[in-house]
Nanobody
Framework: QVQLVESGGGLVQAGGSLTLSCAAS????????MAWYRQAPGKQRELVAT???????NYADSVKGRFTISRDNAKNTVYLQMTSLKPEDTAVYYC??????WGQGTQVTVSS
């Protein structure tokens, strides 16, 4: 059993920054990849960024250069640092752990 709790969402103006956190507990293996997804109203959930146990990262083209995913294995926590935010980044952001473990989501709203 894995529990994921996201935090750090909120309302920010375009061009601003936010950092999301995902605290994991339960049957966690630090070698596993973790990821952030997001879902905007009326759209499908999409992959934003992944990070392996060895800290290799991958990003969606839409966020490359603006978002940074990182992890603190000692704290079982994954972060998503978001800068230069755009209104199209508005979505509920979800943390994911293999195979099908999701957090409750945290709302990010970027105003223009």
């Amino acid at each position: 059993q894995v529990q994921l709790v996201e935090s750090g969402g909120g309302l920010v103006q375009a061009g601003g920054s936010l950092t999301l956190s995902c605290a994991a507990s339960g049957s966690i293996f630090r070698i596993n990849v973790m990821a952030w997804y997001r879902q905007a109203p009326g759209k499908q959930r999409e992959l934003v960024a992944t990070i392996s146990g060895g800290a290799n990262t991958n990003y969606a083209d839409s966020v490359k250069g603006r978002f940074t995913i990182s992890r603190d294995n000692a704290k079982n926590t994954v972060y998503l640092q978001m800068t230069s935010l755009k209104p199209e980044d508005t979505a509920v952001y979800y943390c994911w752990y293999p195979l099908n473990n999701w957090g409750q989501g945290t709302q990010v709203t970027v105003s223009s």
